[in-house]
T-cell receptor, first 116, second 111 residues
Framework: SAVISQKPSRDICQRGTSLTIQCQVDSQVTMMFWYRQQPGQSLTLIATANQGSEATYESGFVIDKFPISRPNLTFSTLTVSNMSPEDSSIYLC?????????????FGPGTRLLVL | GNSVTQMEGPVTLSEEAFLTINCTYTATGYPSLFWYVQYPGEGLQLLLK?????DKGSNKGFEATYRKETTSFHLEKGSVQVSDSAVYFCALLWGRRALTFGSGTRLQVQP
């Protein structure tokens, strides 16, 4: 399995500002995923991040709003830019478990964001 | 495209009751299927999984069987506890490496 940490665990931000969320994994992984969970909702994939290439964004998500960095095989950041109250959500990163994990994906604890 | 449909919640049960949470899926091929659980204030944890038809995933007294003929992966537990109160998500993996999630089902177990 993979152990994933995220920073910050929670934050309260003012509209118009930006927040960068960090995701650290205890092993090297090829693909990292960023999801959003709006209040009371399911998880929606924002983008897939491969090391050394630009992230691939899902429909409805754009790089200007959610820029992602993937500088190495154990780390990624997601920035939520020019925030509005509609961005209040839990943001989760996940990774594949690697060989022998049977396609299992593991999730970080999430970053709880409240935008005022 | 891929999709997952779960029974709507919340589901409220008394302790030691039998639990079933229905999950059906649509996929163009043969996906891997997962149940994840989210306890209050926490992130997602993998509960169980099945990667091919007729496989049964099990963990912590929960079970789910991959039924290709009915495209289902229902979650069951024979005797729920208060500590099982959480949101349960059914998910599939097929055709790409990111999960497709159902809407989630909130389970509340009363003493």
């Amino acid at each position: 399995s993979a152990v994933i940490s995220q920073k910050p665990s929670r934050d309260i931000c003012q509209r118009g500002t930006s927040l960068t969320i960090q995701c650290q994994v205890d092993s090297q992984v090829t693909m990292m995923f960023w999801y959003r969970q709006q209040p009371g909702q399911s998880l929606t994939l924002i983008a897939t991040a491969n090391q050394g290439s630009e992230a691939t964004y899902e429909s409805g998500f754009v790089i200007d709003k959610f820029p992602i960095s993937r500088p190495n095989l154990t780390f990624s950041t997601l920035t939520v830019s020019n925030m509005s109250p509609e961005d209040s959500s839990i943001y989760l990163c996940s990774v594949e478990g690697g060989a022998g994990s049977g396609e299992t994906q593991y999730f970080g604890p999430g970053t709880r964001l409240l935008v005022l | 495209g891929n999709s997952v449909t779960q029974m709507e919640g919340p589901v409220t049960l008394s302790e030691e009751a039998f639990l079933t949470i229905n999950c059906t899926y649509t996929a163009t091929g043969y996906p891997s299927l997962f149940w994840y659980v989210q306890y209050p204030g926490e992130g997602l944890q993998l509960l169980l999984k099945a990667t091919k038809a007729d496989d049964k995933g099990s963990n912590k007294g929960f079970e789910a069987t991959y039924r290709k003929e009915t495209t289902s992966f229902h979650l069951e537990k024979g005797s729920v506890q208060v500590s099982d109160s959480a949101v349960y998500f059914c998910a599939l993996l097929w055709g790409r490496r990111a999960l497709t999630f159902g809407s989630g089902t909130r389970l509340q177990v009363q003493p």
